[in-house]
């Protein structure tokens, strides 16, 4: 089997464009939310001492399976150590191997080398073992360039491994998939910029089409063609049977709604296509009506869309009206297993602003409780 690393960046971008064509997500109400349960102190406690750990994804198989090897999963979570403010964190983040067995969780260090990656930071991805049963692709972003000041420059890469007794290994060199066209998607070196406001082009996921065979990568994205500050859209690009990548249209877009629709991936359940994000209230514009920090989707009855909010309104799961800030970053495995991280938990209403001592002791940096989803159409339940 080819290898499935693109042979070269900037594949040729589709010839027309009509943003028209582009599913808007604008809800217009949060009467119902589905809230997830409270984060105790017993659910912070770290799984590796002395780091902290956030957005994870698992390895999964080609059809979204989470895979098991040797009798243990294996998860990449971002990690960074523990500084005295949490958000100093996004400057040091490395993607981080663990698996997890019966005998809980097993620490595996960085996944990549020292220097492997062509960014100043490791961010978030996704992981994908091939049908081959031994070929993984590691997709991820390359945040800055390495050995340049720190930017919020963003760029694609996928790395090839294998996976042996000891897990996935044996990197080969990065390779960036697409670039960012300016004309649907924001490029921009981005030198300086404030956590919640940058623009995207990152969180690379891996989804292929039953119905078609056909590999697709989903991301975070900007919409290049409004001026609006708040100018969300979840991207696509496709594989083609040599190897390369050709960038797609945007699948969902959030013009005057939201900056940032996190962290997109679909599962494919009973013939419908969920679309998964995770966004926080903070990140919605000022004329939207602003939901709570959770987990958001859209269904489908093909990858092309029309998209359709869950639920009425897109919400599928939020952190508790009196705990806003307790978990995030959601990722729904096939399984329909949710998992997250836990954010800045038993704040029992108090600010970090008021209360800048909370910023490390109630900060949790470590997997949040997983809970799961129940499907029915295009509703999706908490169980």
Same mark, same amino acid.
């Given at each position: ?8 960046p ?5 010839p027309t464009?009509?943003?028209a +064509?582009?599913?808007?997500?604008e809800?217009?109400a ?5 809230e997830?349960a409270?984060?105790?102190?017993i659910?912070s ?7 902290d750990?956030?957005d ?6 080609e ?6 090897h /040797?009798?243990r999963q ?5 990690s ?7 958000v #100093?964190?996004h *400057?040091? +983040?490395r ?6 067995g019966?005998d809980g969780?097993?620490?595996h260090?960085?996944a990549?080398?020292?220097g492997?990656s062509?960014?100043s930071r490791?961010?978030a991805?996704?992981?994908v ?5 031994i070929t993984?692709l590691l997709?991820?972003t390359?945040?800055g360039?390495?050995?340049e000041?720190?930017s919020?420059?963003?760029?694609l890469?996928?790395c ?8 996935p290994?044996?990197? #080969? ?5 697409f670039?960012?066209?300016?004309? /649907?998607?924001?490029?921009? /070196?981005q030198?300086?910029? /404030?956590?919640g ?11 292929r *089409?039953?119905?078609?065979g056909l590999r697709h990568i989903?991301?975070t994205?900007?919409?290049a ?5 708040h100018?969300?859209?979840?991207g696509?690009?496709? #594989? +083609?049977n040599d190897?390369t990548w050709?960038l ?6 959030a013009?005057g709604v939201?900056?940032?629709?996190e962290?997109?991936?679909?599962l #494919?359940?009973?013939g ?8 926080q209230?903070h990140?919605?514009?000022?004329a939207?009506v602003a939901?709570?920090n ?6 489908a009855?093909g990858?092309?869309g029309p998209w359709?909010p ?8 939020a952190?508790?009206a ?5 978990g995030?970053s959601?990722?729904?495995t096939g399984e329909? +297993?949710v998992?997250?991280?836990v ?6 209403g108090?600010?970090?602003a008021d209360h800048?001592e ?5 900060f949790?940096g ?7 989803l129940?499907?029915d159409?295009?509703s999706?339940?908490l169980?």
């Amino acid at each position: 089997m080819k290898p499935d690393l693109p042979s070269a960046p900037g594949a040729a971008s589709l010839p027309t464009f009509d943003p028209a +064509a582009v599913t808007r997500w604008e809800p217009v109400a949060f009467d119902r939310v589905p809230e997830i349960a409270p984060i105790a102190a017993i659910d912070s406690t770290p799984i590796l001492p002395g780091l902290d750990l956030w957005d994870c994804w698992p390895l999964q198989h080609e059809d979204g399976r989470t895979v098991t090897h /040797r009798d243990r999963q294996w998860w990449f979570f971002l990690s960074a150590p523990c500084f005295p403010d949490p958000v #100093q964190r996004h *400057d040091a +983040a490395r993607i981080r191997l663990v698996s997890r067995g019966a005998d809980g969780w097993r620490d595996h260090g960085n996944a990549m080398p020292d220097g492997h990656s062509p960014g100043s930071r490791e961010w978030a991805g996704s992981a994908v073992l091939l049908d081959d049963g031994i070929t993984v692709l590691l997709l991820f972003t390359a945040a800055g360039r390495r050995d340049e000041a720190p930017s919020f420059e963003q760029r694609l890469f996928a790395c090839q491994g294998t996976l042996g007794a000891d897990g996935p290994s044996g990197w #080969q060199a990065p390779r960036e998939m697409f670039v960012a066209d300016g004309s /649907r998607y924001v490029l921009d /070196r981005q030198d300086s910029g /404030r956590v919640g406001e940058i623009k995207g082009f990152r969180d690379p996921a891996w989804f292929r *089409d039953p119905a078609t065979g056909l590999r697709h990568i989903l991301f975070t994205g900007s919409a290049a063609w409004s001026g609006d500050p708040h100018n969300g859209v979840i991207g696509s690009a496709t #594989q +083609a049977n040599d190897g390369t990548w050709t960038l797609g249209d945007p699948l969902v877009e959030a013009i005057g709604v939201n900056n940032e629709l996190e962290r997109p991936h679909i599962l #494919q359940r009973d013939g419908r296509y969920y679309l998964f994000w995770s966004t926080q209230r903070h990140t919605y514009g000022p004329a939207a009506v602003a939901g709570p920090n959770g987990l958001y989707a859209m269904v489908a009855n093909g990858l092309d869309g029309p998209w359709r909010p869950v639920n009425g309104n897109a919400l599928v799961a939020a952190n508790p009206a009196d705990e806003p800030t307790q978990g995030y970053s959601w990722w729904v495995t096939g399984e329909g +297993a949710v998992w997250s991280f836990v954010d800045h938990w038993g704040m029992q209403g108090r600010s970090l602003a008021d209360h800048p001592e909370l910023l490390r002791s109630h900060f949790g940096g470590t997997p949040a409780p997983v809970f799961h989803l129940e499907f029915d159409g295009d509703s999706i339940l908490l169980r």
